[in-house]
């Protein structure tokens, strides 16, 4: 190989790396953008609609978040009754952030699942994590056991060839529950603190 040839193989590596570089970023500021109009924006129908017979909705802003969760939402009847709540959190898939908002009724079971944003194309089967086949499985938890994949003693089943994004979803529903324990075990102390003044 002469020098010419080596010198025009060097830059049209060096191009290739640059362009894989940009479409990286830039997709990463894409992703960066959504995720800053999900944690920004509180689209209170559609969580008043995940649990049936809500009426109201509260955020409180002085709550404090678990690890991976973006935003809690406190549900209630027309009497003021708690009729549950919303937990969005994020996690990280294969291709970037899965983004899910989990629901649960008054006795803290999860009554709906929703993929707000999946890390995954067409392409390489990401999407899948996001559709009813996977969702549904959560369903009806009560409980999720850490790092087994099993959620109130039922085993989860990933999607094959979206290990990642399935993870990624998984991840954020453990994350809900630790909010739904934090909240729970909070409200026992101020009960406890109420009844012995």
Do not use: W
């Not at 009729?83 to 899965?98: A, P």
């Not at 194309?121 to 087994?148: R, W």
């Amino acid at each position: 190989m002469n020098r010419k040839t080596i010198a025009a193989c060097i830059l049209a590596l060096g191009s290739v790396f640059l362009l894989v570089f940009l479409v990286l970023v830039i997709s990463h500021m894409i992703v960066a953008d959504r995720l800053n109009e999900h944690l920004t924006s509180v689209p209170q129908e559609e969580r008043m609609a995940m649990v049936p017979g809500t009426e109201t909705i509260e955020v409180p802003e002085d709550m404090e978040y678990a690890d991976g969760v973006t935003c809690v939402s406190l549900l209630y009847d027309e009497n003021g009754n708690e009729t549950g709540c919303v937990i969005d959190t994020v996690s990280t898939g294969s291709d970037g952030d899965v983004i899910v908002r989990v629901a649960f009724d008054d006795e803290d079971t999860i009554a709906a699942l929703d993929v707000i944003e999946h890390a995954g194309l067409p392409t390489n089967l990401g999407y899948k994590a996001a559709l009813p086949e996977f969702t549904d499985q959560f369903i009806g938890a009560s409980s999720i056991t850490a790092y087994s994949g099993s959620v109130s003693g039922r085993l989860i089943k990933f999607i094959d060839d979206a290990d990642y994004s399935c993870a990624g979803v998984y991840s954020c529903v453990a994350a809900a529950f630790t909010q739904l324990k934090e909240m729970r075990l909070s409200e026992n102390e101020q009960t406890t603190e109420g009844g012995t003044e």
